[in-house]
């Protein structure tokens, strides 16, 4: 049976694409067949086959087999803002069944699909839905990106919160280095550890060059086994 790992971080610009992509090699390194999804994607550049979003591409080449990007990218939006706005300036409405659609089509074909979501746990999809929606109707695992910085441990447990409160598990979570000014990182991570009670599954560093091999080996995939 295919596991779906899906990744939220505590804002956006959190560092989920690459913490994706360092999940997906980590997995791929332990001989499993892994595929990404990036449901909707909002900031998208116009090509000759429609609009496409940068993280969505990325995720696309380090799938394990070619996917047409459009599977992983269903809904692709060029204005830079919060998805349900983007929807409704194209006349559209975001719709579960058509994210499921294409989920189960890549859960066919590899052994673990990581979905990577847009913005924060609660960023709305439509008038009513909201990232925590795809989540618990693809019945998706939850692996929480904490960007360390100033007000990290808040936004971190807040969001872990809120993740059980929808009765989805969360399975881990992923600590990234986004900024060596911040002071008591050692610390603000112990905090958190302390509290959230779910695996640590690596603490990113910060890195001036972005390296998915190097991610990756910083991603401890046995505690998701252990889970």
Known sequence: MTRGIFITGTDTNVGKTWASLGLM????????????????????QASIDGLHNNDALLLQQQGSQSIDYHI????????????????????????????????QTLAELADVVV??????????????????????????????????????????????EAIRNRGIK??????????????????NILAIQQRIKVPLLGVIPYLQELSITTIAQQIDVKLLHEE
């Open 72 to 103: 992983i990218n269903p809904y692709a939006y060029a204005p830079a803002i919060a998805p349900h706005l983007a929807a409704e300036q194209r006349g559209e409405r975001i719709k579960l069944s058509h994210i499921q659609h294409h989920y």
């Open 115 to 160: 979905v990577e979501g847009a913005g924060g746990w609660l960023v709305p999809i439509n008038d009513q839905e909201t990232m925590a929606d795809i989540a618990r109707q693809l019945e998706l695992e939850v692996i929480l990106v904490v960007g360390l910085r100033l007000g990290c441990i808040n936004h971190a447990l807040l969001s872990a």
């Open 170 to 187: 969360l399975t881990g979570w992923l600590a990234n280095t986004m900024d060596l000014r911040t002071s008591k990182l050692p610390q």
């Open 25 to 44: 090699a980590a997995l791929q390194a332990q001989g499993l067949s892994v595929l990404g999804m990036k449901p909707i994607a909002s900031g998208c």
